[in-house]
C-alpha cells in the first residue's frame, strides 16, 4: 500500500515524506481481581508531508484506502500555506544501530496470558496482604510497524511490541497503583514494594509549615520532569523564546552534581529504537553535564534552523504533526542508598507521590502541589505519613539545592530512568 | 446490520453492539503571527461490542468487516468469561433518533484561506513573547445500533481556539492558557476573539506579581474555578464506578444524606448544548439532567449500563469512551452549579483577609480519600473586603467532605468553561458552568 501512495504522490510534490504505522492494540481492564473487558484491534494510520514552491503541507488519515485524498489535502494546504524560510529539507539516510524491542514471546502473548499473569500478580498480593481489595486493573500491549519513505532516499522499517499495567491496590481508606512497563513480558515483579508503600500510609499526622530537606521518590520526581523540565529542553520551546533556558547553554543551571541525558539508543530500555518518526538515527544526547547546560532536543526542522544534526527526538502524535520528544530520559546517579540520605535528614519530608502534577507552569517551573503520599523523617527515621500537605516552590530552584542523589536507578512512568534526590529545602505547607 | 447482529447472537453473545465513526479535522497551529502546522486529517472507524458469558469484548478497524470483529471479540470475552466476571445488564427499550448541531456555516466548508486570515489578524500586546494559536474544527458522524433495536446518529460540529500567551519582562518569564470551545459552525469564530486579548494581558499582568504566602485562607473563587471545584470535589465522587467499588468518599451510606450547605445544588445536564453534549453515551443510552446534590443533600451518581445494573439504578447516559477501542465508564458531561442569591461585591466584602482565585490549568481528586487540588491561573489579595493586588498563580486543597459545608455563598452569574477530562488514560470533552461562590476556609499553596 505504501508504495502505491509514494508513486501516487512524487510526480505532485517537489519533496515528501511517507509515514506509515499498522499498530495492534490488546486492552483489557477490570474492577475486582476479575478482568471483565478486552478490546483488540487494529489502527492504520497514514501521515504525509509534502513541500510544494517551499511551502509544507501536513495531512493524515486512518482511512488509508482514501490515501488519494489525503495526498491531494497535504498539496491543497501547501498551496494555500505561507513559505516557511526556516525548513530547508526532510532528513537523509545515514546508518542505524540495529536496536530490537520486539519480543517474540510478547507479541505471541493473549488475553488467557494475562489472565495467567493476572492470577499470579492476585496471589502475590493477597499473600502479602489478603485485606487488599483490587480497584481497578488496566492492561495494554501494544505492537507498531512503521515505515518512513521520503524523497529523500530514506526507506526505514521496523517493528515495536511493548506492554504495561496499572492495578489501582486499596487498602482501608487508602489506595495506591501498582505500575510496569516493559518491552518484554511483565512479571510480578513491582508488588512487594507497592503493597509495603499502601500498609505504610496508616495512621497519617499534620506537621506544621516549614521550609525544609525534601527528599523525592522517582515516581515524584518524574511529575518535575514530565511537566516542565521536558518543555524546556525542548529546541523549538527554546528557538520560540518560550523556554526557561533560552541563551543559557554552557551556563550553570543546576547543582554541579546534576547529570540529565535523553538516550534513545541503549539496549533495554523502553523507548530505544533505531531511528526515530522521521528515520534520523537514534543516539544519546547531554542535556546537563555537571550542571551546565549542554543542549536541547532536536527534530530536522529546529535542527536545520540552527544547522546542526537533528538528536533523533521526533515522534508523531495523535494529529500527526512531528514533535518534539524525549526518548528514555536518564538523570545520573550519585553514590548513596536510600538509607544513607534518609538517615542524613535531621527533619524534612520524603515524597513518593503527588497531586496536579499538570498544573504546574510547564516554562516557568512555578508548582503547588498535594503531596498524596509522604513521609515525615526526623533525626534520620521515617517516622509518619503525612496528612493534608502541599508542597509549592520552583523546580529549578530546587535543581540548584541538590544536597545528595541516590545511587540505584530505577524505571518510572513511560521513559524516566531515575535515582532518589535530596533536594536541601522545599516550601511545606500544612 | 441485522445480519451481524443475528450472526452475533448465534454464536452466543446475550447482548451486542455495532458502532462507526466518520471522523473529519483541521488544525492550523499559528505562533506569532506564522502558520506553523495546518493539517487536514480525517479518520474511519468500526467497532462491535459484545457481552458474553459476563465478559466484554470489544474489536475494532478501519474497515466494516463486522463478523470479523464479532469473532475477535468473542474469541477474547471467551477468554475472561472462563474466570465468571459476572457482568449483568438490564434490557432498555429500543431508541432510534438523530442528533445534529445545527450551524449556519460549516467550518469545512469555510475556505483555508479564511481561517489563515482571521488567525493572522490576533496581534500581540505589548509584553507578550509568543502568542501560540492552534485552531481546530471538526465533523464527526458516530453511528450506533445495538441488539435491542436501538439506532443513533449523531452528526456533529465543533470549532476550537487554544490560546497561549508567554510574557516576558527582564528575566521573568510567565504564560497564560485559555480556551474557547463550541458546538456549533464557523459563524461563532470571532467569539474567541475575547479569549485571545483576555489571556495575553493575564500573562502580561502577572508578571508583575508577587508569590502567595500559603496557608488556610478564605476565597473567593470565580466561574471557571468554581466550575473546576464541582467536577473535581463533586462530579468524580459522584461517578458509580467508584461508588459500587466502595472507593468513592460520597459513598451508599450518604446517599439522600446532607453533605454540603442548603444552597448547594450541583447536577450533570448530558442534554444542555454546552461543550460536554452528549446527546447518547457510547451505550447508546440517552438520559438527561441527573442531580447530583441537591440543596446540600447526596441525590445521584453518573452511571453506565454496568454500575446501574449493580447498584440497581436507572442508567444516566453517563458511560463515554474516549475511541471506539475504549472501555465506555462514567463520566461527567456539563457540570453544572445552580445560580445563587449573592452579588459579587457582598462575596468580596464578607472577606476580611483571603484570596480571590480565578482561571485554572485544571484540578486532580482522590476520591478515595477525599483529597483534592486545583490550580487558579489568577489570584487577588483581599484585604477589608476589598480586592486588591495581582499574586502569582496558586493552588487550593482540601478534603471534599470537610469543605462542602464550608461553601458558604453562592454567587448569581454563572458562566461556562470548557474542557476535557482525563480518568484512566481516557480524554473526553467536559464543560463547567458555575457562578462565583465563596469558601470560608481552605489551604492555599504558597511561600512560608
Redesign the interface.
Known sequence: MIEKVVSYIKNKADMYEVYFSDSN????????M???????????ALALRVVVDKKI??????????YK??VN??I??AK???V?KDFKNFAFPDKYKRIINFSKSLVNF???DF?KLNKDIVNEVTNLNKNI?F??I?YYKNMNNRRIINSNGIDVEDKTVDNSFVYTL?LG???IDLYDSDVSILTTKNVGETVERLESLFNKQKIK???VPVMLHQNALSTFLDHTFTFNIDAENVQ???S?FKNMVGKKIADKNVNICDDGIKKGLINSRSFDDEGVPSKKTDIIKDGVLKGFLYDVYTANKENRKSTGNAVRGL???PKIKTNNLVFGKGNKTKEQLIDSIDKGLYIIST??G??M????G?F???V?EGHYIENGKIKYPVK?V????NFYDMLNKIECIGKEIKHYDDGYYLPLILFSEV???C | MESYIKYAQEKGTDYIELHSVNNK?T?I?V??R??K?????????F?VRVLYN?????????RDDYKK?ID??IK??R??S??????KFNEYKAVKKRFKIKCKVNPSDVD??DK?KKLLGYKQIPGI??L?LIYGDNNRIYRFVNSEGSNLEFKDVTLGLVVYA?S?KGKV???FLDTYRIHGGYENIDNADVTVRNTMRNAVETLDAKYVK??DFPVLIDQKLAGVFAHEAVGHACEA?FV??N?SALKKELFGKKIASNNLTIADNKQKLKWGYTPFDNEGFVGGNTILIKNGMLNGYLHTKETAAVLGMEPTGNGRAMT????PIPRMTNTIIENGDSNFNEMARSIKRGYYLKG???????V??G?????AQECFLIENGEVKQRM????L???ILDILPKISLIGNDSREDTGFCGK??QYVTVSENAPHIKIDLA??????
Not at chain 1, 34 to 44: A, D
Not at chain 1, 390 to 393: A, D
Not at chain 2, 324 to 327: A, E, G, I, Q, V
Not at chain 2, 371 to 375: D, G, P
Open positions: 492494540l490488546l486492552n483489557i481492564e477490570g474492577e475486582s476479575k478482568p471483565n473487558f478486552v478490546s483488540e484491534g487494529t489502527t492504520k503541507g501536513v495531512a493524515s488519515t486512518l482511512n488509508i484506502n482514501n485524498e489525503c489535502n497535504a491543497k494546504i494555500l500555506n505561507n516557511d493473549g488475553s488467557e489472565i481489595e480497584v481497578k488496566i486499596r481508606g487508602e489506595a509549615n516549614a521550609r520560540k523564546g518560550k526557561l494529529n500527526f504533526i497531586m496536579g499538570h498544573t507552569n510547564e516554562s516557568t512555578d503547588s502541589l498535594v498524596s493534608d502541599m508542597i509549592s516552590g516550601n511545606v505547607i | 479535522q488544525i497551529d505562533q506569532n506564522s502558520i502546522d495546518a493539517s487536514f486529517n480525517s479518520a474511519k472507524g467497532s459476563g465478559a466484554l469484548g470489544t474489536s475494532y478497524s478501519d470483529l475477535i471479540a477474547n470475552a477468554a475472561l472462563k474466570e465468571n466476571p459476572g457482568i483555508f484561506e489563515k513573547k509568543v501560540d508567554y516576558q518569564n510567565e504564560s500559603g496557608g464506578d459500587l467499588k472507593v471506539l477501542s475504549n472501555k485554572s490549568r485544571g484540578g486532580e481528586t482522590n478515595l480519600n483529597q483534592f487540588l486545583f490550580n502569582k498563580p496558586t493552588s486543597s482540601g478534603n484512566d488514560g489551604k492555599v499553596g504558597g511561600q512560608v
